[in-house]
């Protein structure tokens, strides 16, 4: 436990890094959301395109899951979802590997005063889920960190986090135009971010299809297949976002 920011993480990362070969999920790729500087401005900077409120609505929708409900927040940053979820569930596990994004999300949660949400220092690869069976899992803009073999591993490790007949909420950007014409969808993605954002809006969207990993919309409903998951619906947008509601198949 960070004693100091009452975030849980003896009981992953540094403690539980694995073996040798497991792919390390501390190191940023792309954007370095390790810094402290830029977890500060995120949601200014977020805010400018995004309304967290109505996103987190909307999830809150999809889920269906009672306000009795265990929902699992992974990759939660400074807790655009899991802050709002507070309000709807039980509890809310808010995991990341972020020190710097946990922080800011365990210092907006008690300026609102939220009791019901437990930070864990971890990730999609090392984070050990110990209490009861969620009902749910949403993951916002996170996946796309892990190369594809490592995103399988996370989902099925999400699998295993959920009850049986669980929800999972994935959005993220995923690539579903037409790969014959690539670079002008690619730049028309630059475009629009650099609409949205200004330059580092443009900056960070070269850098996200440069370094982060992306996939396509058929490789990610094999993922999400294969990991035990049955799409119940899956919604792309402009070739670039895509949303994937999923219920974790019975055993
Ligand atoms: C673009 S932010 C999205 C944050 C939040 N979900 C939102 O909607 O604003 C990506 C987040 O994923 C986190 N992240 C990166 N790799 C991760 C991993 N392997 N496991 C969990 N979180 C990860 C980053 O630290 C960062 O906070």
């Excluded at 996103?55 to 400074?78: H, K, Q, W, Y």
């Excluded at 984070?127 to 749910?136: G, S, V």
């Excluded at 796309?144 to 295993?160: I, M, N, T």
């Amino acid at each position: 436990m960070d004693t100091e920011h009452g975030i849980h993480d003896a009981d992953n990362l540094e403690a539980a890094r694995g073996p040798g070969w497991l792919y390390d999920e501390t190191r940023p790729c792309g954007v370095n959301y390790n810094n402290a500087l830029l977890a500060r401005h995120y949601d200014s900077h977020h805010q400018s395109f995004r309304d967290y409120r109505k996103e987190a609505e909307d999830i809150v929708a999809r889920l269906d899951v009672g306000p009795s409900a265990t929902v699992i927040d992974m990759g939660c940053g400074t807790g655009a979802f899991a802050l709002h979820a507070a309000g709807h569930y039980r509890t809310v596990h808010a995991v990341d590997v972020s020190p710097a994004m946990l922080r800011r999300a365990q210092r907006k949660a008690d300026k609102m005063g939220l009791k019901n949400i437990e930070f864990h220092r971890g990730g999609f690869l090392t984070y050990e889920h110990r209490a009861e069976p969620a009902d749910a899992i949403s993951t916002v803009f996170a996946l796309h960190h892990l190369p594809d073999f490592w995103k399988l591993v996370a989902l099925r490790r999400l699998a295993w986090m959920l009850r049986p007949n669980g929800r999972l909420f994935l959005f993220d950007v995923v690539f579903s135009f037409d790969i014959g014409e690539y670079e002008q969808s690619i730049e028309r993605f630059i475009g629009k971010t650099r609409e949205q954002m200004g330059e580092n809006g443009r900056d960070e969207s070269e850098t996200h299809v440069r370094e982060e990993y992306s996939t396509c919309d058929w490789i990610m409903e094999g993922l999400l297949e294969k990991a035990g998951f049955s799409i119940q619906t899956a919604d792309y947008r402009d070739g670039f976002l895509a949303s994937h509601l999923c219920m974790k198949r019975g055993q």
